[in-house]
């Protein structure tokens, strides 16, 4: 070979080398960031959509972030937010977990065209203590491959993500408060908006969805007015719904809230005395920004021992980011007027929630509905105990919830589509013989049961996972998830209470729900009914 043929041989292979890297390479309003294609699906990971919350910026809102020169790398996960270090959330992220956490991570397909993608906004659950965007089981490229693109978010937690402090509400006037979590969850939002264009998703039609915690947060965005118009869809798995299941407490009146007699305000004050600081002024609010982040995250605790004061508060009514509960909204129809996907699943969890010992306890705790509840669980009074409390409680703090907010957004004018998760994977039928437990949607949803599953997974396993992905990406393209010949699933009316079920032999049915009569002693029990 000649030195000249071979001197543009060299040169036309790094030509093409630099065009597929370049394929790679999107540039942002902070800077360019290369990210990573795998088949037919392009990654981009740790993208930081707000400034570190650190030093000063603890318990501010989340500010911008910083530009950086050149092409930043965005092949690896950022760390995790700070959370207790229990299997239960553990990632498995060789980045860790530090306060400068908040970052996105998307995956799309490899080949777009600019702008044209629906987008889905993927909020982690965890109880607002666990999680992060770089869990395996939401890795998004079985979503991407539907034609959409998938966003994935860090969002503080625990007492980074919520925090009241008398001096911290006085400090910087302008600026919410508290709710340090759901900001971060808009300030992700409002970088979809801004940015998703680049990565040839389309900022005018994207869907927000959260599974627990992450539902709970759905509700919270559906109703927040610093959220308004930066969503066009939800989707909310097994996020409750009613007032006191991880709702809202007051920020600074004891005593105002049955639910949560104690402010945020003197909740922030037991976990500053809890560490020696005195008194709620600017001095004892400088003391705790310089506590170590192992210091904040204080194991998790929510108290000090099982019977002391409380130190972590959860989410705060705080006026501006929460003014009122999910609930309260849904009744005065105050909500964002988007269509709605929602639902739980067949046993959410083995009770807990309920102090309850027996059947006759169990049974009262539905007050006027107690003869109703009766007829509808136990008619014949042979069911067991454990049984009936997983049914109740998975009832009462999910599924009736669901449908309510369901009904809401009907009343509004919005499409809702219910659902009840009830698929069991092959393998575990013989131990989850309740049916489907907390979360085990997810990886159907996002396609991961091999991850979950390992050599165990079969053909029917796969083709569940199938048909909910394409349902919930149907959904976020359209409002609507039917399509591509899945089973028909109904839109919710109040009069007739349809609900598409993935039964537990991977049969979809939808219909008129089975459980209605479960369900109607439930909302009895309540005594709360939104006028149909």
Known sequence: MSRLKSCALWVALAVGLSTAAQGQIVSLRSGAVQGETVGDVTSFKGIPYAAAPVGALRWRPPQPAGKWHGVRDATRFGADCMQPRTTFGDSGNPAGMSEDCLFVNLWRPAQVQAGKLPVMVWIHGGAFHFGSGA?????????????????????????????????????HPQEAKGNYAFMDQIAALRWVRDNIAAFGGDPSNVTVFGE?????????????????????????????????????????????DANYPVSAHTIGLNFARRHGIEGGDAAALKELRSLTAEKVLDGG???????????????????????????????AG??????????????????????????????????????????????????????LLTQVTTDR????????????????????????????????????VAGAPHASEIEYVF??????????????????????????????????????????WPR??????????????????GGPDANRARIDAT??????VIPR
């Open 135 to 171: 869990q395996p089981a939401y890795d998004g490229q079985h979503l991407a491959r539907r034609g959409v693109v998938l966003v994935s978010i860090n969002y503080r937690m625990g007492r980074f993500g919520f925090f009241a402090f008398p001096s911290l509400t006085r400090e």
């Open 212 to 256: 627990s915690a992450g539902g709970v947060s759905v509700h919270t965005l559906l109703t927040s007015p610093q959220a308004r118009g930066l969503f066009h869809k939800a989707i909310i798995e097994s996020g409750g719904g009613r007032d006191g299941t991880l709702t809202a407490r007051p920020l600074d009146r004891d005593g105002s």
């Open 301 to 331: 605790a929510e108290r000090v021992g099982k019977d002391g004061p409380q130190i972590y508060p959860g989410p705060i009514v705080d006026g501006r980011v929460i003014v009122e509960t999910a609930e309260a909204a849904y009744r």
């Open 334 to 387: 105050r909500q964002a007027k988007v269509p709605l996907l929602i639902g739980s699943n067949s046993a959410e969890v083995p009770g807990g929630f309920l102090a309850v010992s027996d059947k006759s306890e169990l049974f009262d705790s539905f007050g006027k509905g107690r003869a109703a509840a009766v007829a509808a669980y136990d008619p014949e009074g042979s069911k067991d105990f454990a049984v």
């Open 397 to 432: 703090v999910w599924a009736e919830p669901a449908r309510l907010a369901a009904r809401a957004f009907t009343q509004a004018g919005s499409p809702a589509y219910l659902y009840r998760f009830s698929y069991v994977a092959d393998s575990l039928k013989s131990t989850l």
């Open 447 to 488: 396609g991961t049961i091999p991850w979950r599953l390992g050599p165990t997974v079969t053909p029917r396993d796969k083709d569940v996972a199938r048909q909910m992905g394409d349902y919930w990406t149907n959904f976020a393209r359209s409002g609507n998830p039917n399509g591509g010949g899945l089973p028909e």
């Open 492 to 509: 919710f009316t109040a009069a007739m209470n349809e609900i598409l079920d993935m039964q537990n032999d991977g049969t979809v049915v």
């Open 523 to 528: 909302e009895l029990s309540e005594g709360k």
